[in-house]
């Protein structure tokens, strides 16, 4: 069950500063509190409270219940200057854990199986330090704490509650904690890192009635399993085989009886692409197959299309930006990912759609301690020595980015 196909690297740990190497067993102790709360999307009072509670012990300024439960933080630099926004998910997932660790989740089948619990350490432990070294950096470092990024998306409405103005953000960063890459590495692009995510629910009605006597019936199964195969195709004949997409039916629910022609059928799925010109194009070549089928059979249909998160994408200075300074830290060119991508999804989209910025990958698997089940899983867990890389790698990017 274990997701890394790369080598665990040698962790040469001595980039990491020792004020952050001295904050290391207390970014491990508010991660593992995190991780004993989990709380599902815009429930994340006990997190945001944490978050809060925090802040207010060292002394920095922030405003809570920021579209539901999101926290926003400013720390300033000891000279005015650019704005930067440090972005960090705070919520968990709907899993049972079956990690028997004593730090293991107490909330009854949720569970923090994405590492966000991580994040909001990572980003806890950067305010932590920045506001001890404001000398170190000119500028405002501004953190998004935000709920709901498993869905149904909590970036989108902090936005458009303003977390972006007062101060204006010139630019935006964040990581996740990623099981595909060992620790020791940072996957990292310009462009694309992860995929556009859409989500479809398409019931066919078609007629039911006897198994025996298929004249009189419209065969719903029959029809939406030729939707399924035809759709297969908007991949393989209809997008530019230079551009990836994913085209993919999750679930097919229909009939009842071995001898009964069902009446109708339903398909989910999800729908994945880069290409932010490719917007628009799968939902109307899926409405087309679908529309075109069902007419030929006599069936109708009714799709349900939800454009859920567009892709990620970073723009170039800021990636060549967190690039240098992920080499600086991890030491080895080795350690650096540089076409790291995937299709899976993430709502930092719509920060990085209104500033530019860079979203990147936290290498944090550790094959020699058992640490390496995918994300999502009920027994994933990462090493905690990717907490104090995070804050190091985000504390060099502030000051380079705001150069005091
Ligand atoms: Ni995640």
């Given at each position: 069950m274990v997701s890394t196909s790369l080598p665990a690297l040698n962790v040469n740990?001595?980039?990491?500063r020792t004020a952050i190497q001295a904050l290391q067993p207390q970014l491990v102790e508010w991660r593992r509190v995190l991780h004993q709360r989990p709380e599902l999307g815009f429930q994340e009072e006990l997190t945001a409270g944490f978050v809060a509670q925090k802040l207010r012990e060292w002394g920095i300024p922030h405003q809570t219940g920021?579209?539901?439960?999101g926290v926003v933080a400013t720390v300033t630099g000891s000279q005015p200057g650019p704005v930067l926004a440090i972005r960090a998910d705070m919520d968990a997932l709907p899993i049972q854990e079956e990690n028997e660790v004593?730090?293991?989740?107490?909330?009854?089948?949720?569970?923090h199986a994405c590492g966000h619990d991580g994040h909001t350490t990572i980003a806890l432990g950067t305010a932590y330090y920045l506001s001890q070294h404001?000398?170190?950096?000119?500028g405002t470092v501004k953190f998004i704490f935000q709920p709901a990024e498993e869905g149904p998306g909590g970036a989108e409405p902090m936005i458009r509650e303003g977390?972006?103005?007062?101060?204006?953000?010139?630019a935006v960063i964040g990581l996740h904690l990623w099981n595909n890459l060992p620790l020791g590495t940072v996957g990292i692009r310009e462009g694309a890192l992860m995929a556009a995510v859409e989500l479809f629910d398409c019931t066919i009605q078609g007629r039911g009635g006897h198994g025996a006597i298929p004249q009189q019936t419209i065969d719903a199964i029959v029809v939406a399993s030729q939707v399924v195969n035809a759709l297969q195709?908007?991949?393989?004949?209809?997008?530019?085989?230079?551009k990836a997409g994913v085209v993919t039916v999750g679930s097919f629910h229909a009939g009842h009886a071995n001898n009964v022609i069902a009446d109708t059928a339903r398909l989910t799925g999800t729908v994945r692409y880069?290409?932010?010109?490719?917007?628009g194009f799968f939902r109307e070549r899926m409405e087309q197959i679908i529309s075109g089928i069902c007419q030929s059979y006599g069936a109708t249909y009714h799709l349900d299309y939800d454009e859920f998160y567009p892709p990620v994408i970073n723009d170039r200075n800021i990636a060549n930006l967190v690039r240098s300074i992920a080499e600086e830290v991890?030491?080895?060119?080795?350690?650096?990912?540089?076409d790291c991508q995937t299709m899976g999804g993430e709502d930092m989209s719509y920060f990085l759609q209104e500033v530019p910025g860079c979203y990147f990958f936290l290498g944090a698997a550790n094959l020699s301690k058992g640490l390496?089940?995918?994300?999502?899983?009920?027994?994933f867990d990462f090493d905690e020595t990717a907490l104090g890389m995070g804050v190091e790698i985000f504390a060099r990017c502030v000051e380079k980015f705001c150069q005091a």
């Open positions: 740990l001595s980039r990491i920021i579209a539901q439960t004593p730090y293991r989740s107490q909330h009854p089948g949720k569970m404001p000398e170190r950096f000119a977390v972006l103005q007062n101060p204006q953000v010139d195709t908007i991949v393989s004949r209809n997008v530019d085989p230079l880069f290409d932010p010109s490719l917007k991890i030491e080895t060119p080795i350690g650096i990912v540089p390496a089940y995918p994300h999502h899983h009920p027994r």
